[in-house]
């Protein structure tokens, strides 16, 4: 069997096994604040191009939106247009429910405002749950306020057997 070549210098790719200590930051979930272990990655020893394989990705995606809705602290910018996006909504719809602008939405989602008011990142969480047609939103909306403000160390999603698990 050929070794796997790069797409880009057509150089021949070393394989890698992702570890806590060594995830695979999931950039190309538009995350890269999360890292994945557990999964194998190409990398091109020459241009230095990172192709992931990542198994499942719908359950990877469906174990980050429940562990990004059920998080304490705020929502990251990227961690709310992640949710927007997994729940199907475009920024004007999602903006229109929070009643908040879409520009300020784009502002919080890109980073360039640090975040939502406490009780609009609640309803962010509310309307995805809904979006995604969970039964969690009582629990979510009951939830105290101060639990919502503990800041969070960066998550880790891990493939363990043939399941992604979520930890802080």
């Not at 192709?51 to 809705?69: C, E, S, T, Y």
């Not at 909504?89 to 520009?103: D, E, V």
């Not at 406490?118 to 039964?135: C, E, K, Q, W, Y």
């Amino acid at each position: 069997m050929k070794a796997k070549a790069c797409d880009v210098c057509e150089r021949p790719l070393a394989e890698r096994v992702t570890t806590p200590a060594a995830p695979y930051l999931y950039v190309l979930g538009g995350l890269p604040r999360i890292g994945l272990s557990g999964i194998v990655v190409y990398r091109c020893v020459e241009c230095g191009v990172d192709l992931p394989v990542i198994p499942k990705p719908g359950q990877l995606h469906r174990a980050l939106a429940d562990f990004f809705v059920r998080k304490p602290g705020l929502l990251a910018g990227d961690e709310l247009r992640f949710l927007r996006k997994y729940a199907g909504l475009s920024a004007q719809t999602f903006a229109a429910r929070l009643g908040i602008n879409p520009s300020h939405l784009s502002r919080v989602e890109t980073g360039k405002h640090a975040s939502l008011h406490a009780s609009t990142d609640r309803l962010a969480r509310a309307i995805v749950l809904a979006a995604i047609g969970s039964n969690d939103v009582r629990e979510l909306l009951s939830r105290d306020v101060a639990e919502q403000a503990r800041p969070l160390r960066r998550p880790l999603a891990k493939m363990e057997g043939n399941r992604w698990k979520v930890a802080a």
